[in-house]
Nanobody, 124 residues
Framework: QVQLVESGGGSAQAGGSLRLSCAAS????????MGWFRQAPGKEREGVAA???????SYADSVKGRFTISKDNAKNTLYLQMNSLKPEDTAMYYC??????????????????WGQGTQVTVSS
């Protein structure tokens, strides 16, 4: 059973930055697809960004140009660098992974493994 543990959440002012980390119990290079999702109160969980084993990345339109997903296979860690934060980025952020190529990077059911989440709060 793969375990994913997120960290790095917290509070930030609008325009500020945070970097989320997701430590995996398995080698990240064994996970073909890894991604970040978020869920704001009263809203559905949505895809934020994803990265494939070959380094190809995908982003939600709402975060393009502000967020960057990356991973360090030597450290078995996935990252999400979040810049120019906005109050609407406030949500619980979740790390997700799957050993196979997912059909659609932003579909929750495509991923087999999930972390417990880390809260991000952005104030104006």
């Amino acid at each position: 059973q793969v375990q994913l543990v997120e960290s790095g959440g917290g509070s930030a002012q609008a325009g500020g930055s945070l970097r989320l980390s997701c430590a995996a119990s398995e080698y990240t290079y064994s996970m073909y697809s890894m991604g970040w999702f978020r869920q704001a109160p009263g809203k559905e969980r949505e895809g934020v960004a994803a990265i494939d084993s070959d380094g190809s990345t995908s982003y939600a339109d709402s975060v393009k140009g502000r967020f960057t997903i990356s991973k360090d296979n030597a450290k078995n860690t996935l990252y999400l660098q979040m810049n120019s934060l906005k109050p609407e980025d406030t949500a619980m952020y979740y790390c997700a992974a799957d050993p196979f190529e997912v059909g659609a990077w932003d579909i929750i059911d495509e991923y087999s493994y999930w972390g417990q989440g880390t809260q991000v709060t952005v104030s104006s």
